[in-house]
């Protein structure tokens, strides 16, 4: 499972079970260790030290944990990338991940009015920057660029996250689920087995 909301907590007693037996673990995104820039660009997210706990709570439970560092905004949040492993390895995480900001469709008109609302000073330096790590446009759709971004900001990007990432001990083993143990429901018709 994939969230940014600290609920996720709540589900605990059903996910450690799970979990136990190779059939789940969850991943949560943190944007930002900022309140103010988490505020503005999540209102209605929970904040990133509720998220942090949620990691730690689960760990604790056993329910192994990874963080999203998504999404990641040249100029605006990406300085944070280290920071913000570090305190999800600190609070339990053992795998990490990122994405860079992803602008498709209208998504990318509503994210151009939100930034140059909230952050006129660095909207042109932000899209710039986005433009780069996508062959001048605001988005590529291709799949091996649509996630990390191309070109050399996009490299010292991942760059960062991997040397972070062998500091802190994040994804040294990432875990598989035990997909064996899933069971393709009956199609609507068929004949339930009873025994």
Aim: aromatic share 4%.
């Amino acid at each position: 499972m994939i969230t940014k909301s600290a609920l996720i907590t709540r589900d605990i007693d059903l996910l450690a079970p799970m979990a136990a037996r190779g059939l789940a673990k969850v991943a949560i995104s943190i944007t930002t260790l900022d309140r103010t820039l988490a505020r503005r660009m999540e209102p209605r997210a929970a904040t990133p030290q509720r998220r942090l706990d949620a990691i730690r709570a689960l760990t604790d439970a056993g329910i192994p944990v990874a963080v999203m560092t998504a999404p990641l905004i040249p100029a605006l949040n990406d300085a944070e990338l280290d920071d913000i492993l570090a305190a999800a390895a600190e609070a339990g995480a053992t795998e990490a991940g990122y994405v860079v900001l992803r602008l498709p469709l209208e998504i990318k008109d509503l994210f151009r009015e939100w930034l140059e609302a909230a952050y006129p000073d660095r909207a042109q330096r932000v899209m710039k920057l986005v433009r780069d790590m996508r062959g001048g446009r605001d988005y590529d759709p291709e799949w091996s660029a649509r996630q990390r971004g191309a070109g050399a900001y996009a490299r010292l990007i991942a760059s960062r996250f991997r040397k972070a990432c062998a500091r802190l001990g994040l994804n040294r083993r990432k875990l598989d689920l035990d997909v064996a143990q899933f069971r393709i429901p009956p199609r609507s018709g068929d004949q339930l087995d009873l025994l």
